[in-house]
């Protein structure tokens, strides 16, 4: 990676935290475990997933404290529930700052969304309501959070697959305002962009005019399932063409945040994983590269029929339905 994106800037205030421009990144997993430790390639930073490393000792944790010792180290999060009503996991958040301290990640993120309610773990990232109150909620959370581990919280735009009849704020209009009022940070993820405004039928130009890039600090790269109908979130292949054509927009709009590829079903040798982020190189200069999978799905970008494959009975015949 050019110096120039690798170099160390602020990307908060004068008076807040620093934000490294770490390079092209790969989310770390364990079938690679073995590679990385024989070859130590040349990547630029890692993100490793919080709650694979906050309960696990023997060689998980191990291998981890050999990668910190050579590499940049992000966590990334899934179950912080930051949008539940249930209390906040005080046991948790101890954990993840012991973790984060440990590893001296530098930052620590997780999604926009909650995963459970009265102590029950849905084990998926679900959707908000995005409304003012919902807002002066999560706001507070985030506070929380954010005096726990001694560091602003990082937040992901999560992929959708329906939406709420009584949501009053738009997504980006929603995270600036909670950054604004909390001073968390935005991790984007490009896919999640393509995904939501797919099933949903609206427009991804749209989306991206609206979003407050000034607050990003890392930006997401993954592939997902075309279903004709709707879009799935898989991470289980390469990056479609339009995913990176919003990558392109977006880092130059963020001035120059750090990429991540997230790759996690059907996941191939690391080699493959590092080629397909190594791509953003070519977006990031302006210019098209040649398509490696030449099988790869291309997708049109702007609308999208329902997500009938969900519910059924509550989807329309032309438009993914309000709840």
């Known amino acids: 990676m050019d110096g120039a994106v690798k170099q160390s800037v602020a990307q908060a205030d004068a008076s807040g935290p620093t934000f490294e421009r770490l390079g092209l990144g790969v989310g770390l997993r364990n079938s690679h475990f073995d590679h990385i430790l024989k070859a130590w390639p040349e990547v630029d930073w890692f993100e490793a997933i919080s709650e694979n490393f906050m309960d696990s000792g023997g060689r998980p944790r191990w291998v981890l404290d050999q990668i910190k010792e050579r590499y940049p180290i992000v966590l990334h999060g899934v179950s912080m529930s930051i949008g539940s009503t249930d209390p906040l996991d005080r046991a948790y958040l101890a954990k993840l700052k012991a973790l984060a301290d440990d590893v001296k990640a530098r930052w620590v993120s997780d999604h926009l969304c909650w995963t459970g309610i009265m102590g029950l773990n849905s084990h998926d990232l679900l ?14 959370r985030v506070r929380i959070v954010q005096d726990v581990l001694e560091r602003p919280l990082v937040l992901e735009n999560p992929s959708s697959y329906v939406q709420f009849q009584q949501s009053t704020i738009s997504e980006p209009d929603f995270l600036r305002a909670l950054c604004d009022q909390t001073g968390c940070k935005l991790l984007l993820d490009v896919n ?8 949903a039928g609206t427009s991804t130009d749209a989306y991206m005019k609206a979003f407050p890039f000034e607050h990003v600090v890392q930006m997401h790269l993954a592939g997902h399932q075309h279903c004709g109908t709707h879009i799935v979130d898989t991470h289980d292949g390469p990056v479609c063409d339009e995913v990176w054509q919003l990558f392109r927009a977006a880092w130059q709009k963020t001035g120059g945040a750090s990429p991540l590829l997230e790759w996690d079903g059907d996941v191939p040798e690391f080699d493959r994983v590092h080629a397909e982020v190594l791509r953003a190189r070519a977006y990031i200069d302006g210019i098209d590269p040649v398509e490696a999978v030449a099988t790869r799905s291309r997708t049109s970008a702007a ?9 059924p009975n509550v989807m329309g015949e032309s438009r993914m339905q309000t709840l």
Do not use: Q, R
């Open 127 to 140: 959707p908000l309501m995005l409304t003012e109150e919902a807002l002066t909620h999560v706001a507070a």
């Open 192 to 199: 999640n962009v393509y995904v939501t405004c797919f099933n």
């Open 303 to 311: 609308t999208s029929t329902p997500v009938d494959f969900m519910v």
